[in-house]
């Protein structure tokens, strides 16, 4: 039985989160071998932001409607903008070093001859760059 993408990354989500190979194994009815498989080498990194999540949770509770409101909006747009600009630095890195890559020059031609370092024109990277 082959094992999709999906359920692949399932299983390492939960593996990291800090669910067993052997609870894994009978949530998806897999074998012990193709469960430590998948999970071999992962490492269970989760547990700090299980236990943030807890206690964000946990001080949620403490709060009125509107107050819970108000914390999750807030904390929905920073979490966007940090998304964003993460995402955005990472295009820009991309496109800006791809922009910056100097023309081979050839040793071999007179120094007259030589052809100057060219760079592409300043404009948005396309799409393959991000």
Same mark, same amino acid.
């Given at each position: 039985?082959?094992?999709?993408?999906?359920?692949? %990354?399932?299983?390492?989500?939960?593996?990291?989160?800090?669910?067993?190979?052997?609870?894994?194994?009978?949530?998806?009815?897999?074998?012990a071998?193709?469960v430590?498989?998948? =999970?071999?080498?992962?490492?269970?990194?989760?547990?700090?932001t299980?236990?943030?999540?807890?206690?964000?949770?946990?001080?949620?509770?403490?709060?009125?409607?509107?107050?819970?409101? %108000?914390?999750?909006?807030?904390?929905?747009?920073?979490?966007?903008?940090?998304?964003?600009?993460?995402?955005?630095?990472?295009?820009?890195?991309?496109?800006?070093?791809?922009?910056?890559?100097?023309?081979?020059?050839?040793?071999?031609?007179?120094?007259?001859?030589?052809?100057?370092? =060219?760079?592409?024109?300043?404009?948005?990277?396309?799409?393959?760059?991000?």
């Amino acid at each position: 039985m082959k094992i999709s993408p999906e359920i692949r %990354a399932r299983i390492l989500a939960k593996h990291k989160a800090g669910v067993t190979q052997r609870e894994l194994q009978k949530l998806f009815n897999l074998s012990a071998g193709a469960v430590n498989k998948i =999970t071999k080498g992962i490492t269970k990194n989760l547990k700090s932001t299980i236990a943030k999540g807890t206690e964000y949770l946990t001080e949620l509770s403490d709060l009125n409607e509107y107050e819970r409101e %108000a914390v999750t909006q807030a904390v929905g747009d920073n979490a966007r903008a940090i998304i964003f600009l993460k995402f955005a630095s990472t295009a820009t890195r991309r496109c800006f070093s791809t922009w910056t890559k100097r023309a081979p020059i050839s040793t071999k031609t007179p120094p007259s001859w030589r052809a100057k370092p =060219t760079r592409r024109p300043l404009t948005w990277c396309s799409s393959n760059a991000l």
